[in-house]
């Protein structure tokens, strides 16, 4: 099926669902880096290594 076969009828978008579009991926952008921010702390532990100083401590 080639675009030039769909109708021009189902084609068409307009403003408000656009606008609803990219309220979506705003939204979605500042979700993961609110979560991100939120786990920043078991990310960086996941990836860093753990520190030998602790166990000296206790």
Do not use: C
Not at 11 to 31: E, K, N, T, W
Not at 33 to 55: M, T
């Amino acid at each position: 099926m080639h675009y030039s076969e769909i109708p021009k009828t189902l084609v068409y978008l307009d403003p408000g669902s656009g606008s609803i579009i990219l309220q979506l991926i705003l939204a979605a952008i500042l979700g993961i880096g609110v979560f991100v921010r939120v786990q920043w702390s078991r990310i960086k532990s996941l990836f860093g290594r753990k520190d030998n100083n602790d166990d000296d401590k206790e």
